[in-house]
């Protein structure tokens, strides 16, 4: 607990700093005092992190489903907003001293220098300089807003185009991945892999039916839900999810469980997904016709309550002369894959990094961010996700669906 509160106080204060720094930047530096300009960014650069918090514990704080979707479009918003603000001033604190430099030079040089011996004629009032202190005052303010304005229109613009490749809905890829065990009947096989679709207050039933049209168009073999379905109860999300029941496969559709489905009541969205037709693999595993074993194991967040991976449930008997594909929704159980002989794993939940340069983060907790790697004999592959968590923005990781196409070493 002790430690809790201090990771709190630590975060609480640097969101504290961040603000007071873009406040100053963007507000103190380009307004007049007492100006009814700086009222008005003063109250929206409190008003907006309050928002951002609302929106972050709304939902686990059990709010009316209404409100969370009121504060989840501002507040997860200005958050995606605030990063790239802050990166953006940050970079505008080197140019501000050579804008100064150059406005000075500019200053100095419309001073015109008059050399006549002339005396000036008394009725032609002589030019009145404008005094140092206020031409040194215009010019910093002249530097403060171009700063700002070009930071506020880098990072709404990066937001913008983010948010917009976001609700556009996810584009289809294709990865060939060889398996030495498949049968050469089984060349061309197509899973479509979906993974970190995050129905919740901002993205809902329309973006589920865009997702389901774009896999049925690709006519799969066989679907792979791979965990982060949802973020938020049956009761406000079931009819998000509803368009799943449509999904086509000659196969059938397979769900494996995501660390955000226990926070959401992950007994209650499997039975869930099962009345949409979609077969929950909860440590379990099916013989594919076409000639390979699919297994799924829960999510790790399930240790917490008794639940998780059970990979000797999953693939302990099993005969390792069938290629074994695995559905785990972590990449970082892929060490366990290899253990147990599985020859495919397909994973999503690292969202790509989801906004640049969370990639970076995203690779000191995952083994493989995004793409097609191997370890050992087990190739995994890991979708970026075809949603967004909080922000509905991505920054150089597009949301993807995946098309899986097994390829046969006999063939």
């Known amino acids: 607990m002790v430690v809790f509160l201090l990771v709190l106080v630590v975060v609480l204060a640097l969101l504290g700093g961040v603000h007071w720094y873009v406040w100053r930047r963007l507000v103190r530096d380009v307004t007049v005092p007492r100006s009814l300009a700086r009222r008005v960014g003063t109250a929206v650069v409190?008003?907006?992190?309050?928002?951002?918090?609302?929106?972050?514990?709304s939902s686990r704080a059990g709010a009316p489903f209404v409100l969370q979707q009121v504060v989840a479009w501002p507040g997860f918003l200005w958050l995606a907003v605030l990063l790239y603000l802050v990166m953006a001033l940050v970079?505008?604190?080197?140019?501000?001293?050579?804008l100064r430099a150059w406005?000075?030079?500019?200053?100095?040089?419309a001073v015109p220098v008059v050399e006549s011996a002339e005396p000036v004629p008394a009725e032609e009032p002589a030019p009145v300089a404008e005094p140092q202190g206020e031409s040194e005052l215009s010019r910093r303010l002249f530097v403060s807003r171009v700063v700002a304005g070009s930071a506020a229109a880098v990072a709404v613009g990066t937001v913008g185009?983010?948010?917009?490749?976001?609700l556009r809905g996810p584009r289809v890829k294709r990865v060939t991945v060889p398996l030495a065990k498949i049968p050469r009947a089984v060349h061309g096989y197509r899973i479509a892999v979906v993974s970190d679709i995050h129905l919740g207050p901002i993205l809902g039933r329309a973006h589920t039916q865009r997702i389901v049209d774009a896999i049925n168009a690709t006519q799969p073999d066989l679907i792979a839900v791979v965990g982060d379905l949802v973020d938020g109860t049956v009761e406000n999300l079931g009819p998000a999810a509803e368009p799943l029941a449509r999904l086509r496969a000659r196969h059938g559709s397979f769900f494996v469980t995501g660390n955000h489905e226990y926070f959401s009541g992950a007994d209650a969205w499997v039975d869930h997904v099962r009345e949409l037709g979609l077969h929950p693999l909860r440590n379990a595993r099916v013989e594919v016709p076409a000639g390979f074993d699919l297994a799924g194991v829960d999510d790790v967040a399930g240790e917490g309550i008794g639940e998780g991976p059970d990979f000797a449930?999953?693939?302990g008997d099993r005969d390792r002369s069938r290629a074994a594909v695995l559905l785990a929704h972590q990449p970082i159980v892929v060490h366990d894959a290899v253990r147990h002989?599985?020859?495919?794993?397909?994973?999503?939940?690292?969202?790509?990094?989801?906004l640049?340069?969370?990639?970076y983060l995203a690779e000191l907790a995952n083994p493989t961010v995004a793409g097609l790697e191997r370890y050992g004999d087990t190739q995994l592959y890991v979708s970026r996700g075809a949603g967004a968590w909080g922000p509905p923005v991505r920054v150089g990781a597009p949301s993807d669906i995946t098309i899986v196409e097994l390829a046969s070493k006999q063939a």
Request: hydrophobic residues 45%; aromatic residues 6%.
């Open 313 to 315: 449930r999953a693939l």
């Open 103 to 109: 406005t000075g030079r500019r200053a100095a040089a």
């Open 356 to 359: 640049w340069p969370g990639n």
């Open 341 to 354: 002989g599985v020859d495919l794993q397909l994973s999503g939940h690292t969202h790509g990094g989801q």
């Open 161 to 166: 185009y983010g948010t917009y490749g976001v």
């Open 46 to 57: 409190v008003v907006l992190p309050l928002l951002s918090i609302a929106a972050l514990v």
């Open 91 to 98: 970079v505008g604190e080197a140019v501000r001293p050579l």
